[in-house]
T-cell receptor, first 110, second 115 residues
């Protein structure tokens, strides 16, 4: 079976740091993506991890532990525009099907 | 094209009618996905096309749903005898090739409302 879990909602303060967790159980693993989706818009790519460790890209970083089936997205120096849904997605083996979690809605308050 | 194009952007239909949703992927992209997103929910996988391979239809919720991709480019998602629970945003995404390392590029979606 396939299961991707993320918290439903999170709230954080402008300028702070927030960590959004994702755990997964999938039939094979071929990489994990994070996408950002603002309300009413299409998802846009943030990061990709296939090996264990931390990938840093500006204010955003993504971590992966394959043995634990765990990833997190770290957002630093939060800005109001970071208020959005953050979707964790896993690519399984074989058909390279990309499966998404339900997403985490992040609210950034002043 | 420059990006993934979907049409119509909005469709309101009556229960029992058939609808067709169109996706025009980025030129040269061989992989194409359809997802469904209900209000406030995540993306539900529907179907995946990769080149000339047989599509992965494992996410289609019922036999009322079908999709085709002609000439390896444009795709059409057809929903027959629509039901109210089919109301959602239908998102199409394309990827440069079948390798897992490529990001998905999404269209703006087709919002379907079944009355």
């Amino acid at each position: 079976g396939q299961n991707i879990d993320q918290p439903t909602e999170m709230t954080a303060t402008e300028g702070a740091i927030v960590q959004i967790n994702c755990t997964y159980q999938t039939s094979g693993f071929n990489g994990l993506f994070w996408y950002q989706q603002h309300a009413g818009e299409a998802p846009t790519f943030l990061s990709y991890n296939v090996l264990d460790g931390l990938e840093e890209k500006g204010r955003f970083s993504s971590f992966l532990s394959r043995s634990k089936g765990y990833s997190y997205l770290l957002l630093k120096e939060l800005q109001m525009k970071d208020s959005a849904s953050y979707l964790c997605a896993v690519v399984n083996t074989g058909g390279f099907k990309t499966i998404f979690g339900a997403g985490t809605r992040l609210f950034v308050k002043a | 094209g420059a990006g993934v194009s979907q049409s119509p952007s909005n469709k309101v239909t009556e229960k029992g009618k058939d609808v067709e949703l169109r996706c025009d992927p980025i030129s040269g992209h061989t992989a194409l996905y359809w997802y469904r997103q209900s209000l406030g929910q995540g993306l539900e996988f529907l179907i995946y096309f990769q080149g000339n391979s047989a599509p992965d239809k494992s996410g289609l919720p019922s036999d009322r749903f079908s999709a085709e991709r002609t000439g390896g480019s444009v795709s059409t998602l057809t929903i027959q005898r629509t039901q109210q629970e089919d109301s959602a945003v239908y998102l199409c995404a394309s990827r440069k090739d079948g390798r897992n390392t490529g990001e998905l590029f999404f269209g703006e979606g087709s919002r379907l409302t079944v009355l």
